[in-house]
């Protein structure tokens, strides 16, 4: 069974910086498709980035493309989310996604596994 576990949120003024851990247990992440979500207070869940297991390769929803950058770390079995320049309407809970896949998947119904999701409030 794949387990995957955020951490890394927490409280931010505008302006600072987070950077989000997903760590997967119960499988090797090296074959699948990574996502980061989010989901505001009253909206629907709405993808961040996601990476490809094969060639790496990226893709960022407009909002955050400059601001937030994916990666993950094989070795570790650990995805990451730096978020830079954050704002306050950044505030929401965090989550992310695996599906085995050599391609990016970029909605969220293409997901098989999620984490409980971490919580970012940026407030100053």
């Known amino acids: 069974q794949v387990q995957l576990v955020e951490s890394g949120g927490g409280l931010v003024q505008p302006g600072g910086s987070l950077r989000l851990s997903c760590a997967a247990s119960?499988?090797?992440?090296?074959?699948?498709?990574i996502g980061w979500f989010r989901q505001a207070p009253g909206k629907e869940r709405e993808v961040i980035s996601c990476?490809?297991?094969?060639?790496?390769?990226?893709y960022y929803a407009d909002s955050w493309k400059g601001r937030f950058t994916i990666s993950r770390d094989n070795s570790k079995n650990t995805v990451y989310l730096q978020m830079n320049s954050l704002k306050p309407e950044d505030t929401a809970v965090y989550y992310c996604a695996a599906s085995q896949s050599l391609f990016e998947l970029r909605t969220r119904g293409e997901y098989v596994y999620w984490g409980q999701g971490t919580q970012v409030t940026v407030s100053s």
């Open positions: 990476i490809s297991s094969s060639d790496l390769s990226t």
């Open positions: 119960g499988t090797n992440l090296d074959t699948y498709a």
